[in-house]
């Protein structure tokens, strides 16, 4: 076996890496068997992913997973067999699966998820791999402190999106010297041709106005690469964009550079003859062997966090719980130094800047490029190198959907915080107004709903969120609300708290956060007209506790009623319908907001748009009377 380390490699090596035209065969040959898949995307990264894998980057092969291994992002994922191809060569994975590429029964899929253990990433929805990538850079460079670096290979299609830019500038901002973003300019999108073709100067002049060291070279020049890749590692305090110019389908007659081949495997008979034709241009029968990483990463534990001090609130007491769970968060980070905190340019709203002035060193100002935001910290959670928390505006939480139901996909446990929910912010108006944002985490799988209702239970579900798992939302919210609960109080996810209880009740009232503290008014109002109503906080949405939802229904006659500073669409309401669906004799009556609101007062408004106490008193008899 052969050692390269060197930005001129010698001409032996050189050969080698040219015979990296094996990952063109077996791309073509997997594609081919399965009928589907996108070869010719693969073919024009062959010796960009040669280059990188058996030259530049510094790996155990049999430990993919190592925290100190160099970092691998393929944004342009539908490049997946090429990907898959490589860990071929490298031993990873049998040359034999490549043939079951795609199936049901196999982990080497369509597009690249973390099934597969040399995945860190899911990608293949383009345009986000970037952003991933400067969340492992900027832990790499500013937590972890470490050699380990980060290659990002992107599409020249996927450029033209806006978060490919978010990234851009991040990466620059932060100075991720240990960041190389690759371009694969193949002229060729997938209807047609990408907006600048080989235009690779432009490429360079937007990355460079970026802040970016850029270097134009031949994509398929294995010694321009070598040298590429090393003169990127010799740079300090600026990420490097590698703008390769390749061409689609390279080394296939008359489908290289040629359109309307996207996504189209060859024919068996086609196949077997392109396989042929490259098979003959292979000079050696050897492998290079990746050089190990530098492993002087810290070694971390970010499991089991516990409470240091029980909630420092007294019952009666006003907090908001957007401000709670600033302070809780900065609680959190002195009980555990891998807690970040991001935030895009409401820090000084949601509260997240109480936990920078504890621990400047761990919190990310991202700026107002939420899908950034949430992508770099899909990247700073990869290998459980950290816990993150981030938080903004809940409304802003929705243009990073796509962004988060990749992180659902990519396996991944990061904690999100939308504040300003619901009717209740008030004089801003409806652009600022959450009322979408239940719905949307409910429809992510595996992801945990928190709906704290005051301040105790805000500090209880961050640290839950913290030991927890998979995906969670925390929903706070504006105003300053009453403590209900005392310090002692415990919370678990899936467990309702019945905050309201008397043998006499008659209904059974649902409300979170605002409306839990109209559905308590109500509750006092009615008391004095001689009626009972059992009162719930569900705390966690989802899962939602349905045992105690049910149980006190059936003790209230039957009767729910579910109200919430939500749209009716996907909130509190359904989830509760949903839960009660195999139960004949329990009906719910919705209260939730049922058209587009308007600014005004937070008690107007609540009021307006039949969410307050008034209302669920009116409810509440309406639902007795029939």
């Not at 509760?576 to 587009?596: F, G, N, T």
């Amino acid at each position: 076996m052969a050692a390269a380390n060197d930005s001129h490699p010698d001409a032996e090596t050189v050969q080698v890496l040219r015979d990296g035209n094996r990952l063109r065969i077996h791309s073509i040959r997997a594609t081919s068997t399965c009928g589907s898949g996108h070869p010719t995307s693969c073919c024009s990264a062959a010796e960009i992913m040669t280059v990188l894998f058996f030259h530049t980057m510094r790996y155990k092969q049999n430990d993919p997973e190592h925290p100190d291994n160099d970092r691998f992002v393929l944004s342009k994922g539908h490049a997946a067999p090429v990907l898959c191809a490589t860990w071929a060569e490298v031993g990873d994975v049998c040359q034999c699966d490549l043939l079951s590429l795609r199936k049901i029964h196999c982990d080497l899929e369509g597009h690249p998820t973390p099934r597969l253990s040399f995945v860190v990433v899911a990608t293949g929805s383009l345009g986000q791999g970037l952003g991933a990538a400067c969340g492992m850079a900027y832990t790499g460079k500013y937590f972890d402190k470490a050699s380990y670096r980060v290659f990002c290979l992107m599409g020249d299609g996927e450029s033209a999106g806006g978060s490919v830019w978010e990234a851009l500038a991040f990466a620059s901002h932060y100075g991720l010297d240990n960041l190389v973003a690759v371009f694969d300019v193949n002229r060729l999108g997938q209807s047609g041709t990408a907006p600048l073709e080989h235009r690779i100067d432009i490429y360079r002049n937007r990355c460079e106005a970026f802040g970016w060291n850029t270097c134009i070279v031949d994509g398929h020049d294995v010694e321009a690469l070598c040298q590429a890749f090393w003169q990127a590692a010799q740079v300090k305090n600026k990420p490097t964009a590698v703008i390769a110019k390749t061409f689609k389908g390279r080394g296939i007659p008359n489908i290289e550079d040629a359109e309307n081949w996207h996504g189209k495997p060859m024919p068996k008979e086609r196949a077997d003859a392109v396989i042929k034709l490259i098979e003959s241009q292979i000079q050696t029968n050897r492998n290079l062997t990746p050089k190990p990483p530098i492993e002087d990463s810290p070694q971390i534990n970010i499991s089991n966090i516990k409470m240091t001090s029980l909630p420092a609130y007294k019952v009666g007491e006003k907090i908001a719980t957007r401000k709670a769970y600033g302070v809780a968060l900065a609680k959190l980070g002195h009980a555990c130094e891998r807690v970040i905190a991001l935030d895009g340019d409401t820090k000084n709203f949601t509260f997240s800047e109480i936990f920078k002035k504890d621990h400047p060193e761990r919190f990310i100002e991202c700026f107002i490029a939420e899908q950034n935001m949430v992508s770099v910290a899909l990247g700073c959670a990869t290998r459980d190198r950290t816990i993150a928390f981030v938080s903004t505006f809940a409304a802003f939480l929705t243009r990073a959907f796509d962004q988060i139901r990749m992180g659902a996909i990519s396996q991944t446990s990061i904690n999100l915080v939308g504040s300003h929910c619901g009717v209740s912010v008030g004089e801003d108006g409806p652009s600022q107004m959450a009322l979408e944002d239940l719905a949307m985490f409910r429809s992510i799988p595996n992801c945990t709903i928190f709906y704290p209702s005051d301040a105790v239970s805000t500090e209880h579900a961050v640290f839950l969120a913290a030991n927890t798992k998979g995906m969670c939302f925390i929903r706070t919210s504006r105003p300053e609300t009453a403590v209900i609960y005392t310090p002692e109080e415990n919370f678990e996810i899936g467990q309702a708290k019945v905050v309201r209880y008397s043998v006499d009740d008659k209904v059974t009232v649902i409300g979170a956060g605002v409306t839990l503290h109209e559905a308590l008014a109500a509750a006092d109002d009615l008391s004095q007209q001689g009626i009972s109503i059992r009162v719930i906080d569900p705390f966690t949405i989802k899962p939602l506790d349905a045992a105690t939802i049910i149980s006190n229904a059936k003790a209230t006659g039957g009767r729910i009623i579910t109200v919430e500073d939500h749209y009716r669409e996907g909130g509190i309401g359904e989830a509760v319908c949903a839960a009660v669906s195999r139960e004949p004799d329990i009906s719910v009556h919705q209260l939730a907001v049922m058209e587009v609101p308007r600014s005004g007062k937070p008690g107007e408004l609540l009021d307006m748009f039949r969410i307050s106490a008034k209302h669920i008193i009116a409810a509440v008899k309406y639902t007795l009377m029939n």
